[in-house]
């Protein structure tokens, strides 16, 4: 998942601006999604719940256009290509046995489970601290409520789980993901991942997060 686009704490002269994609409707079968989505239960859960045990997020609520977009980089290795992404790669597996088609069947289907309200396990955050920097490198991305832009193509991560979040902010700062080629988003977050100090400030981001009410 891309998280975040924006400005650093110390705005970078001459940096770009935030790649704005244009808006695709996202139409599929649910009816034949569910036949697809029996495989994707395996590591997500019957209700697209997530799974702590392997490592598997909720995508019950996250946006339709971003499930897309991921399920693509997937099939086309701009994400799960890395060698240290072993959840990546699993995924990638299970992606390329999906064509356009079965995709949006597949988000169509995903669309009908209930929202979840996934359990809080990260300790040790500074919330305050943590709305700081959000609202300093990821607001401008991801709005003030943490839900998303289309426009950006941005993912919601309120209601997401934390112990995910952490993962995979802590992939984009490390370059395990963003930096395939032609991944213009997750370059966009791989960069402004780095603006992030230290591990304790990554906390203190999802500690905010998650204090927020999910829409």
């Not at 970078?12 to 495989?39: D, F, H, M, Q, R």
């Not at 399920?71 to 701009?78: D, E, G, H, P, S």
Request: aromatic residues 6%; charged residues 20%.
């Amino acid at each position: 998942m891309a998280i975040g686009c924006g400005s650093s704490p110390e705005e970078k002269t001459g940096e770009k601006e935030p790649v704005v994609a244009e808006k695709t409707a996202i139409t599929g079968n649910a009816t034949k999604g569910k036949s697809l989505y029996i495989t994707c239960a395996t590591c997500h859960g019957q209700k697209a719940e997530g799974m702590l045990a392997l490592g598997a997020p909720a995508l019950a609520d996250q946006e339709p256009y971003y499930l897309k977009q991921q399920l693509q980089n997937f099939r086309t290795n701009k994400r799960g290509a890395h060698a240290e992404d072993a959840f990546g790669a699993q995924m990638a597996t299970f992606a390329k046995t999906l064509d356009s088609d079965a995709i949006n069947d597949v988000i169509a289907y995903i669309k009908t489970m209930p929202s979840t309200k996934p359990e809080i396990t990260l300790e040790g955050g500074n919330v305050e601290n943590g709305k700081n920097y959000y609202n300093m490198i990821c607001g401008a991305c991801h709005g003030t409520g943490a839900i998303g832009i289309e426009a950006l193509f941005s993912p919601r991560l309120a209601g997401m789980q934390d112990w995910y979040l952490e993962r995979q902010i802590n992939n984009f700062r490390k370059g395990i993901r963003g930096t395939e080629q032609d991944d213009t988003y997750g370059a966009q977050m791989q960069q402004i991942a780095t603006a992030i100090p230290d591990d304790q400030t990554v906390k203190d981001v999802i500690a905010y997060i998650n204090s927020l009410q999910p829409e």
